[in-house]
């Protein structure tokens, strides 16, 4: 089978990370999250993680320098072999260059990109509803998805807490960031003719099916 090598596009809250844990599972292909690396990185205190940790609380992004030995390392591990989908990298234009670069020295084919469209105003309510367990990286919404008891991780029974760049003044600022320097990657790939545009704001399973027929 073809190699299946898929970027997640959308804004924060837009439910990249839910879609990406299910279509990943669906086809059998790993699921990368920077955003969940650089966090792991940060609860274990390693060097990296005590280099991004105020730039991820401020909402801002990381140097695209500390990406790239990220990234590479990652989709040279062997099971990415058939594919992998990508949340949350690339984030702006240099990475989409770089990102092509390691998959032409690792002698991969192009990358797909489908993108999750939701409106600012639902991001907002969405993200600072999100609760997130900093045992296990759960993710539950007050909302839409509530724990079974309240501030309580169903998977690990740790508390839940909610994510410093959940914080309404960071939510904002990471939703400048997107518009300025993610939004651009959409039509740099609609040119190439390798992006699928999908709702974003319909209920999980029907995002997912869209999503499962965007990829073919
Ligand atoms: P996310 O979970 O994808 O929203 O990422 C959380 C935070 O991690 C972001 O606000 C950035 O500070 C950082 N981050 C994740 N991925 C990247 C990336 N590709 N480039 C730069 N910073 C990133």
Do not use: W
Not at 193 to 203: A, H, I, N, Q, Y
């Amino acid at each position: 089978m073809a190699e299946r090598n898929l970027v997640l596009l959308g804004p924060p809250g837009a439910g990249k990370g839910t879609q990406a844990k299910e279509l990943a599972a669906r086809l059998e292909i790993p699921h990368i999250s920077t955003g969940d690396m650089l966090r792991d990185a940060v609860r274990e205190g390693s060097p990296l993680g005590q280099r991004v940790k105020a730039v991820m609380e401020a909402g801002e992004l990381v140097s695209d320098d500390l990406m790239t030995g990220i990234v590479r390392g990652r989709l040279a591990k062997p099971d990415c072999a058939r594919g992998f989908i990508l949340d949350g990298y690339p984030r702006n234009l240099a990475q989409a260059g770089i990102l092509e670069g390691v998959l032409s020295e690792l002698g991969r084919g192009p990358v797909r990109a489908l993108e999750l469209e939701v409106a600012d105003d639902v991001l907002v309510g969405r993200l600072s509803s999100r609760r997130s367990c900093p045992s296990c990286g759960a993710v539950f919404n007050l909302v839409s998805s509530p724990p079974k008891s309240p501030g309580v991780c169903d998977k690990c029974g740790s508390g839940l807490v909610q994510r410093e760049d959940d914080k309404e003044g960071v939510v904002r600022e990471r939703l400048r960031v997107y518009h300025e320097k993610t939004a651009p990657l959409s039509d740099h790939f609609r040119r190439k003719g390798l992006l699928r545009t999908v709702p974003g704001s319909d209920e999980p399973a029907r995002v997912l099916a869209a999503l499962v027929k965007a990829i073919g």
